[in-house]
């Protein structure tokens, strides 16, 4: 099909245009001018279209066009389009006159789509798009933008009169509807500010919600632009300016996007972010790359769009005309100037002045919130949001008064709204008064694959995690509500990671800033050692139970050494806990908050005995006892003492007793050449067990056979215990997560990997495993984190028999296989692993011996070559994708 001279004309224009706007942005243009120069390019070729459109039905008297308007609304109608967005068109008619443009419709929508813009077009009548609008919260946004473009004025202006006087008619629900919308989007495209790889336009705080104050003005003020709300007194001069200053930056990395695809691509991914970086000059400091200053100054305008938004929606919410007149008899006066109400607490005008510029009285208003479970309303926090503008760095050091000390720690204390206080506080810049370090922090990208969220983000979920134990039934929650100084908890949880983007190790800079917080909040000797240590250590748990066998008696007396007393135990296993939960969504898993109780009940009932050591040893005892109880008056008694002395501590708990027993009778029934494997779905970790026995000698390799017998069925494996008894007899466990089901994988499932786990020990096949590649969502390029190499480690310290590696490496199917292979061909007995996953990059542990000696490996040259040969092992592996 022809396409008519006037599209061909358009599709040119539209060519050219585009290539001009590209070289004003690349040129260094402020972005809402390439915005609005686009927009009046599109503009121009729209009615162009039109206006042939119109003639050419019009030339038979079919549609007269002057009781027409053609409207533009959305982008287009607010004049900035970015140069791949979406082209948003009503045609407006008369009420009943439908049909009589339906020609015109039809070929002006067809010659917008052979243009190549990417068009919403409709028409409608005055009523009909006022009533959609009601009833639609896209089409009401919309057209909330409306501008005329072409035909009668009068027709608009009775479009603009009808939808204005609805939405002030329908306010509430309106706003109600807005709000909502906004918040669905939210869910969808990110549910904070501080989302690692945002979308510039969906994501909070992005573009849509300086679209979203627009939309509220108007609906409540009868006003949609910025300059007409500051000047009724509905936005503040220093939020004017933000919104400005955020719009540009926000419209110039949208542009920036959208050129650089060549489509509407909205995602900041890591690799545009370090790109934007270079590009936008940075050039890094001491401890902070050049994307995590672009990415802090990023964070910084969308944080201030989402609290200036926040604001404006509760200050426009309407108010019942008899609310000032009942306020006084449903509320109580509390210390002269502050009101408790059934659901909030505020402060008179005489309590408002009380408030500005002390921050003690800021911090009591705070800490009677949290005492009376209430929520503060807006006005009080605009009071104290208008008093705490930003401040200088020598401001917020100075010392702070006994008295703001005192209550900020009394507030710590209260679990009850502590998160939500805590992060109000932190929007108005009145937490980094308290705690400096937090002005560090704001905004701080971890440019990693471990965090999903930035560095103050992340502390500030910790600290809602910790409270959220508060209803928590099990362990966690008892040991929660059992722990007398929750204030120092709560402080260490602020301060643990606030030591990142600084060259020296995080752990150590925080120690430093913890003594330094201690002496500025004057905590007595024995709270700040507990804090320092808190936060120097808040890892130590976490790789504890992760890389290392929590079994051991050697690793769990010292660790309990280490920390010294119960007290400070209950804490760090709390802190561990929600350290890890405020890392992404999924990292605390069922299977490592078990793994971490099971280490702290282990490590609580060393502490709470007269010697550590002596403990461990008993416990490993009673459980041989109890087992071997089990079993006298089994056939074999010799056999079954023997096995069960020889078992190491890992197999001893690893199920109870009685499942032990069982197991080991199946293995005692094999033949040298035989192998069995069975499998059962452990509701308690969330994660499948499967027990694989056999004799060593059957195959060799067995570990990494069976890694990858594992892999290839898609089993993400979480731990394996690996262990050679006596008589050569072979006891391995895994605990997996099938990627194929989302709870317990049913019988037949169960049954096919336990056929492959024996069939990769009894067929003679030397071809690799075949890994199924299934799409599992967009994943960054390594290459954008290169700052985070594969690194293996060796610890000859740690473990008595056994040498440690330790493995760090983005994941990716077959790695685990490789590495393990790799093992085995260098002559390595692989006895315990511990494999563990944080988003997309993962750490596997290995305690190996020379296969030969049976003994752990000490020649530097040798362990120097099984670093390098694991290292190009792993980097062999594909990356997915590539």
Same mark, same amino acid.
């Given at each position: 099909?022809?396409?008519?001279?006037?599209?061909?004309?358009?599709?040119?224009?539209?060519?050219?245009?585009?290539?001009?706007?590209?070289?004003?942005?690349?040129?260094?243009?402020?972005?809402?001018?390439?915005?609005?120069?686009?927009?009046?390019?599109?503009?121009?070729?729209?009615?162009?279209?039109?206006?042939?459109?119109?003639?050419?039905?019009?030339?038979?008297?079919?549609?007269?066009?002057?009781?027409?308007?053609?409207?533009?609304?959305s982008g287009l109608g607010r004049r900035a389009m970015a140069p791949y967005s979406d082209v948003d068109l009503m045609l407006l008619y008369p009420d009943g006159s439908?049909?009589?443009?339906?020609?015109?419709?039809?070929?002006?929508?067809?010659?917008?789509?052979?243009?190549?813009?990417?068009?919403?077009?409709?028409?409608?009548?005055?009523?009909?798009?006022?009533?959609?609008?009601?009833?639609?919260?896209?089409?009401? $946004?919309?057209?909330?933008?409306?501008?005329?473009?072409?035909?009668?004025?009068?027709?608009?202006?009775?479009?603009?009169?009808?939808?204005?006087?609805?939405?002030?008619?329908?306010?509430?629900?309106?706003?109600?509807?807005?709000?909502?919308?906004?918040?669905?989007?939210?869910?969808?495209?990110?549910?904070?500010?501080?989302?690692?790889?945002?979308?510039?336009?969906?994501?909070?705080?992005?573009?849509?919600?300086?679209?979203?104050?627009?939309?509220?003005?108007?609906?409540?003020?009868?006003?949609?632009?910025?300059?007409?709300?500051?000047?009724?007194?509905?936005?503040?001069?220093?939020?004017?300016?933000?919104?400005?200053?955020?719009?540009?930056?926000?419209?110039?990395?949208?542009?920036?996007?959208?050129?650089?695809?060549?489509?509407?691509?909205?995602?900041?991914?890591?690799?545009?972010?370090?790109?934007?970086?270079?590009?936008?000059?940075?050039?890094?400091?001491?401890?902070?790359?050049?994307?995590?200053?672009?990415?802090?100054?990023?964070?910084?305008?969308?944080?201030?769009?989402?609290?200036?938004?926040?604001?404006?929606?509760?200050?426009?919410?309407?108010?019942?005309?008899?609310?000032?007149?009942?306020?006084?008899?449903?509320?109580?006066?509390?210390?002269?100037?502050?009101?408790?109400?059934?659901?909030?607490?505020?402060?008179?005008?005489?309590?408002?002045?009380?408030?500005?510029?002390?921050?003690?009285?800021?911090?009591?208003?705070?800490?009677?919130?949290?005492?009376?479970?209430?929520?503060?309303?807006?006005?009080?926090?605009?009071?104290?949001?208008?008093?705490?503008?930003?401040?200088?760095?020598?401001?917020?050091?100075?010392?702070?008064?006994?008295?703001?000390?005192?209550?900020?720690?009394?507030?710590?204390?209260?679990?009850?709204?502590?998160?939500?206080?805590?992060?109000?506080?932190?929007?108005?810049?009145?937490?980094?008064?308290?705690?400096?370090?937090?002005?560090?922090?704001?905004?701080?990208?971890?440019?990693?694959?471990?965090?999903?969220?930035?560095?103050?983000?992340?502390?500030?979920?910790?600290?809602?995690?910790?409270?959220?134990?508060?209803?928590?039934?099990?362990?966690?929650?008892?040991?929660?509500?059992?722990?007398?100084?929750?204030?120092?908890?709560?402080?260490?949880?602020?301060?643990?990671?606030?030591?990142?983007?600084?060259p020296e190790d995080h752990c150590l800079v925080g120690a430093q800033l913890a003594e330094q917080t201690a002496q500025r909040l004057f905590l007595s000797g024995q709270?700040?050692?507990?804090?320092?240590?808190?936060?120097?250590?808040?890892?130590?748990?976490?790789?504890?139970?992760?890389?290392?066998?929590?079994?051991?008696?050697?690793?769990?007396?010292?660790?309990?050494?280490?920390?010294?007393?119960?007290?400070?135990?209950?804490?760090?296993?709390?802190?561990?806990?929600?350290?890890?939960?405020?890392?992404?969504?999924?990292?605390?898993?069922?299977?490592?908050?078990?793994?971490?109780?099971?280490?702290?009940?282990?490590?609580?009932?060393?502490? $709470?005995?007269?010697?550590?050591?002596?403990?461990?040893?008993?416990?490993?005892?009673?459980?041989?006892?109890?087992?071997?109880?089990?079993?006298?008056?089994?056939?074999?008694?010799?056999?079954?003492?023997?096995?069960?002395?020889?078992?190491?501590?890992?197999?001893?708990?690893?199920?109870?007793?009685?499942?032990?027993?069982?197991?080991?009778?199946?293995?005692?029934?094999?033949?040298?050449?035989?192998?069995?494997?069975?499998?059962?779905?452990?509701?308690?970790?969330?994660?499948?067990?499967?027990?694989?026995?056999?004799?060593?000698?059957?195959?060799?390799?067995?570990?990494?056979?069976?890694?990858?017998?594992?892999?290839?069925?898609?089993?993400?494996?979480?731990a394996a215990d690996i262990n050679t008894l006596a008589e050569g007899l072979v006891l391995d466990r895994f605990y997996v997560q099938d990627q194929d089901y989302s709870?317990?994988?049913?019988?037949?499932?169960?049954?096919?990997?336990?056929?492959?786990?024996?069939?990769?020990?009894?067929?003679?096949?030397?071809?690799?495993?075949?890994?199924?590649?299934?799409?599992?969502?967009?994943?960054?390029?390594?290459?954008?984190?290169?700052?985070?190499?594969?690194?293996?480690?060796?610890?000859?310290?740690?473990?008595?028999?056994?040498?440690?590696?330790?493995?760090?490496?983005?994941?990716?199917?077959?790695?685990?296989?490789?590495?393990?292979?790799?093992?085995?061909?260098?002559?390595?007995?692989?006895?315990?692993?511990?494999?563990?996953?944080?988003?997309?990059?993962?750490?596997?542990?290995?305690?190996?011996?020379?296969?030969?000696?049976?003994?752990?490996?000490?020649?530097?040259?040798?362990?120097?070559?099984?670093?390098?040969?694991?290292?190009?092992?792993?980097?062999?592996?594909?990356?997915?994708?590539?």
């Amino acid at each position: 099909m022809r396409l008519a001279p006037v599209v061909c004309d358009a599709r040119a224009v539209l060519a050219r245009g585009r290539e001009k706007v590209r070289r004003q942005h690349e040129s260094g243009s402020p972005a809402v001018q390439v915005c609005a120069h686009w927009t009046q390019l599109v503009e121009e070729v729209v009615l162009l279209l039109y206006r042939e459109a119109l003639a050419s039905e019009a030339h038979g008297g079919r549609c007269d066009g002057q009781r027409l308007a053609l409207v533009a609304h959305s982008g287009l109608g607010r004049r900035a389009m970015a140069p791949y967005s979406d082209v948003d068109l009503m045609l407006l008619y008369p009420d009943g006159s439908g049909d009589a443009v339906a020609g015109l419709v039809r070929r002006f929508a067809q010659w917008l789509y052979d243009s190549g813009l990417l068009v919403g077009f409709a028409a409608r009548g005055v009523e009909e798009a006022c009533q959609l609008a009601l009833a639609d919260a896209t089409i009401l $946004t919309g057209l909330i933008e409306a501008r005329w473009l072409a035909g009668s004025p009068a027709l608009f202006a009775q479009f603009e009169r009808r939808l204005a006087r609805l939405s002030q008619r329908h306010v509430a629900r309106l706003l109600a509807m807005v709000e909502a919308a906004r918040q669905e989007e939210q869910a969808r495209y990110g549910e904070t500010v501080f989302l690692l790889e945002p979308n510039v336009k969906r994501s909070r705080g992005g573009l849509r919600d300086l679209q979203f104050i627009r939309w509220v003005g108007y609906l409540r003020f009868g006003q949609r632009e910025y300059d007409a709300l500051a000047q009724t007194g509905h936005l503040a001069r220093e939020e004017l300016r933000q919104l400005r200053d955020a719009q540009e930056f926000l419209l110039e990395v949208r542009n920036d996007l959208h050129f650089f695809h060549g489509k509407a691509e909205d995602v900041l991914d890591r690799e545009q972010q370090v790109r934007l970086a270079q590009r936008r000059g940075y050039r890094g400091s001491e401890g902070l790359l050049p994307v995590e200053q672009f990415m802090q100054e990023y964070f910084q305008h969308t944080s201030q769009v989402q609290q200036i938004a926040s604001h404006l929606l509760e200050v426009a919410r309407p108010r019942r005309w008899w609310w000032p007149w009942l306020q006084p008899l449903v509320s109580h006066q509390f210390e002269g100037d502050f009101r408790v109400g059934p659901t909030t607490i505020w402060a008179t005008r005489r309590g408002r002045a009380r408030l500005r510029g002390n921050l003690a009285e800021v911090l009591r208003l705070l800490e009677l919130a949290s005492l009376y479970d209430k929520r503060i309303d807006e006005a009080t926090w605009q009071a104290i949001r208008a008093d705490q503008l930003p401040r200088s760095v020598q401001e917020i050091t100075q010392p702070l008064p006994r008295e703001v000390a005192e209550r900020f720690l009394a507030l710590l204390s209260r679990p009850t709204r502590l998160g939500e206080l805590l992060r109000r506080l932190h929007e108005l810049r009145v937490l980094e008064q308290l705690i400096p370090a937090m002005r560090h922090a704001r905004g701080l990208l971890q440019f990693n694959a471990y965090h999903r969220y930035t560095v103050d983000e992340h502390s500030l979920r910790v600290v809602e995690y910790l409270t959220s134990l508060q209803q928590d039934a099990e362990v966690p929650g008892q040991v929660y509500r059992s722990i007398a100084s929750k204030a120092i908890l709560h402080l260490a949880a602020l301060l643990h990671d606030l030591g990142k983007g600084y060259p020296e190790d995080h752990c150590l800079v925080g120690a430093q800033l913890a003594e330094q917080t201690a002496q500025r909040l004057f905590l007595s000797g024995q709270d700040a050692e507990i804090l320092r240590f808190l936060v120097q250590h808040h890892l130590r748990m976490s790789h504890l139970a992760q890389r290392q066998d929590i079994h051991d008696a050697q690793v769990v007396v010292a660790f309990a050494v280490e920390v010294g007393s119960p007290e400070v135990l209950h804490m760090l296993y709390v802190l561990t806990l929600a350290d890890l939960a405020a890392v992404g969504p999924g990292v605390l898993n069922q299977w490592k908050r078990q793994l971490l109780t099971e280490l702290y009940q282990h490590a609580l009932e060393l502490l $709470t005995s007269d010697s550590p050591a002596e403990a461990a040893s008993q416990r490993v005892q009673q459980r041989r006892e109890e087992i071997l109880t089990l079993v006298r008056r089994r056939e074999g008694l010799a056999w079954w003492e023997t096995q069960v002395i020889s078992l190491p501590a890992s197999s001893l708990f690893a199920v109870p007793p009685a499942q032990l027993v069982e197991e080991l009778d199946r293995l005692r029934r094999l033949s040298r050449r035989e192998a069995v494997a069975w499998g059962r779905y452990c509701e308690s970790r969330q994660a499948v067990e499967y027990t694989v026995g056999t004799y060593e000698e059957i195959t060799p390799g067995i570990f990494h056979k069976l890694t990858g017998a594992l892999t290839s069925q898609r089993q993400q494996i979480l731990a394996a215990d690996i262990n050679t008894l006596a008589e050569g007899l072979v006891l391995d466990r895994f605990y997996v997560q099938d990627q194929d089901y989302s709870g317990p994988p049913p019988q037949a499932r169960l049954d096919e990997i336990c056929r492959s786990l024996v069939a990769a020990l009894t067929e003679r096949a030397d071809k690799p495993p075949v890994f199924r590649r299934l799409w599992q969502g967009r994943r960054s390029s390594p290459s954008t984190t290169q700052h985070l190499p594969t690194r293996v480690t060796v610890d000859n310290r740690t473990a008595e028999r056994f040498t440690i590696l330790a493995t760090f490496a983005y994941d990716r199917m077959g790695l685990l296989y490789a590495i393990t292979r790799t093992l085995f061909e260098m002559g390595l007995s692989v006895s315990k692993a511990k494999i563990g996953t944080h988003l997309d990059q993962v750490v596997d542990v290995f305690y190996v011996t020379d296969r030969a000696t049976g003994r752990k490996i000490t020649d530097a040259a040798r362990l120097a070559d099984i670093r390098q040969r694991l290292l190009a092992a792993i980097e062999a592996v594909p990356q997915e994708g590539l």
